[in-house]
């Protein structure tokens, strides 16, 4: 007790040490257990962004370009996968706040007339991949402390849609603390500092902790396709992007989707200070916006889809570097002094994150590879509108996918 009071009162964190003074012995000792895991550096970041650097347009390899090569690709991403040297792993961990469904993303039904999960959906476009290449390619799911438990059983129940039950494995990416308006600690027990998870760029490493590396390299994976959960067109270990990759001789490979419009908010894949990075829309200046090429397109044109290809390699070589950390205002769920839980209808709390996309900066280099977002891009953000579950069915239904 007086080694967490001492930590509270060092961190300035005053408000929680009457509560902590009313707990028992073994809420003491449960706090305790998690203080010594808890990174708290969080308490430090005001949530100013690191000074970015020069920015410069990327080309894509564009449709066109793709389609005029489509059999010589799928051949060199066919032999990849024949030879398991492909993994996918399944950024499941998020809390889906926007969506405002309390179980699991991948586990909400997207169907109308019939049962379709998100999860059944990535599965089946996976599927479509290991039946051309007669291989099943490994598949690693990323989940949360709080989503873990749920996501497994949900799988089991549907008996893992038809997926290898020997190709898929769990693992839990870590939490960092949240913060309320003022900078405070939160508790989600009463012998409990609120956690979240601490984003998707934790990804790497958090492969690393749970010995899923050691599974990677035994069995020589030498790629990793990175996903999305919530796209439902999301198109994994894609031998045409995997091929395209490979023949490109880049270290990592984007999909990327054309902008709808100069001022759609996406982040674009370009250069910065000469190496591939992502710059967010709020960081564009007009002139970046609006600047075309002789062609017409626009220079900053190829938004990204959270769907990157890594080689293993290359990915160890960053292990050790601190990804930043980004702020998020978000809805979570706290117990108040009261000690009542508290489900917020609106933004209550700081959320720290690091993000996948950070990781393509680390990259000596990178293919950016355009897809048709029609056919590729309906991500489950909201019930409504912008990326939601409407939108999605509408492009569901589009691609000749019965709902
Ligand atoms: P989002 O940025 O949309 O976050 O995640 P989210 O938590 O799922 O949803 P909101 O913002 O609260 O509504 C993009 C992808 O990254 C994964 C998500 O599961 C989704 O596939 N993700 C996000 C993680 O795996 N871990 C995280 O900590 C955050």
């Not at 898929?168 to 870590?174: D, L, P, R, S």
């Not at 890594?310 to 009261?338: C, Q, W």
Request: aromatic letters at 10%.
């Amino acid at each position: 007790m007086e080694k967490i009071l001492e930590t509270l009162e060092r961190l300035k964190q005053h408000h929680l040490i009457n509560h902590i003074k009313n707990l028992t012995v073994s809420e003491i000792a449960g706090l305790k257990e998690q203080f010594a895991k808890l990174d708290f550096s969080v308490l430090n970041n005001n949530g100013h962004e690191e000074k970015r650097g020069k920015f410069q347009p990327l080309f894509a390899e564009t449709l066109d370009e793709i389609s005029k090569n489509r059999d010589k690709f799928i051949k060199i991403g066919l032999d990849a996968i024949k030879q398991r040297k492909v993994g996918a792993v399944l950024l499941a961990g998020g809390q889906g706040s926007r969506l405002g469904f309390d179980k699991p993303k991948g586990t909400f039904n997207i169907g109308i007339n019939r049962e379709l999960y998100i999860f059944e959906c990535l599965i089946n476009n996976l599927l479509e991949v290991t039946e051309m290449a007669g291989v099943y390619v490994p598949l690693f799911v990323m989940t949360s402390v709080d989503n873990n438990k749920k996501t497994r059983e949900f799988f089991e129940e549907h008996d893992y849609f038809g997926y290898s039950r020997e190709n898929i494995w769990f693992f839990v990416q870590e939490q960092l603390p949240t913060l309320d308006t003022h900078g405070k600690l939160m508790l989600s027990a009463r012998d409990k500092i609120l956690t979240a998870p601490n984003g998707n760029g934790g990804w790497y490493i958090s492969m690393d902790k749970t010995g899923m590396l050691d599974i990677v390299r035994s069995k020589g994976i030498e790629w990793l396709n990175v996903f999305a959960v919530d796209n439902v067109l999301q198109r994994i270990a894609d031998p045409c992007f995997i091929g395209a990759v490979i023949d490109s001789g880049k270290v990592s490979g984007a999909k990327v989707v054309a902008k709808a419009a100069p001022d759609e908010k996406v982040g674009v894949l370009c250069l910065e200070d000469g190496r591939p990075s992502i710059v967010e829309y709020y960081e564009m200046t007009e002139e970046m916006l609006t600047s075309r090429e002789p062609d017409g397109t626009l220079s900053y044109n190829y938004g990204v889809i959270l769907n990157y290809l890594f080689r293993v390699d290359k990915l160890d070589g960053t292990l050790s570097v601190k990804l930043p950390l980004h702020r998020a205002f978000k809805k979570i769920k706290y117990m108040n002094e009261k000690g009542n839980i508290i489900d917020p209808e609106e933004p209550n709390a700081y959320k720290f994150e690091t993000l996948a996309l950070d990781m393509v900066k680390l990259q000596e280099n990178c293919l950016a590879y355009e897809v048709d977002r029609r056919r590729e891009f309906a991500p489950v953000k909201n019930q409504t509108g912008i990326d939601s579950v409407e939108s999605a069915r509408e492009l569901l239904i589009y691609n000749g996918i019965e709902i």
